[in-house]
């Protein structure tokens, strides 16, 4: 009866940090909209929307990249089987950085075919840069031996433990990588940062497998 007490109160736990970062995550999500106007002043609605293209672009790009953590969060937690507070820490950090996707991407709207993309790209580049260093100490913090008892439902070196470590690796490295090509080519970096999403989109390699 003690152990299942014990059971019961880190599901509850667990239970109430996934709905309060599945609030930060909604609410981050919804103020994307907010950065798309309706054209205003003369000329064509058509030609008003065109000219929109910026906004509309940052809106997609985001709202994709903010559904995918969000996806990947959801992920990591049907894994996590209870929370310490280090670990609260650390989710804290990573909602920090959700949050804030808002401001860059208005930033990207603003500037996107402008003189100020290439540093507009750099800015959103380096919240991700955070934001795949957040996702990987949440991780590596949770996943780790040292934790006892264990926070993880599966053994520290399971596959799809190990699966979900290379996975991330990749992370800051492509986002990096953004941060320095915005320098050159704003656009390209954009799709960089739109396929590290889509990457990320896709299940650990072994979860797959198991799944097929």
Avoid: C
Avoid at 38 to 46: C, I, S
Avoid at 136 to 152: F, G, I, T, V
């Amino acid at each position: 009866m003690e152990h299942e007490s014990r059971h019961e109160l880190d599901a509850k736990e667990t239970g109430r940090l996934e709905a309060f970062s599945d609030g930060v995550f909604a609410i981050a999500i919804t103020l994307l909209v907010l950065e798309l106007k309706v054209p205003q002043g003369p000329g064509t609605l058509g030609a008003g929307l065109i000219a929109e293209w910026p906004s509309f672009a940052a809106f997609v790009t985001s709202f994709a990249t903010i559904g995918i953590m969000w996806l990947n969060h959801h992920r990591l937690f049907t894994l996590i089987r209870r929370v310490d507070h280090g670990l609260l820490v650390l989710n804290g950090v990573l909602l920090f950085g959700i949050s804030a996707v808002p401001f860059p991407t208005e930033l990207v709207a603003r500037e996107l075919g402008r003189a100020g993309q290439g540093l507009a790209v750099a800015v959103y580049a380096g919240l991700m840069i955070f934001i795949a260093f957040a996702f990987n100490a949440l991780w590596r913090y949770a996943s780790s031996p040292r934790r006892q008892p264990a926070l993880l439902r599966l053994p520290h070196d399971a596959p799809e433990v190990v699966a979900i470590h290379e996975q991330y690796r990749l992370g800051p490295v492509g986002y990096i990588a953004a941060a320095v090509l915005s320098h050159w080519n704003a656009t390209v970096a954009l799709l960089l940062m739109m396929a590290l999403a889509l990457f990320f989109l896709l299940p650990p390699r072994e979860r797959r497998d198991a799944g097929a």
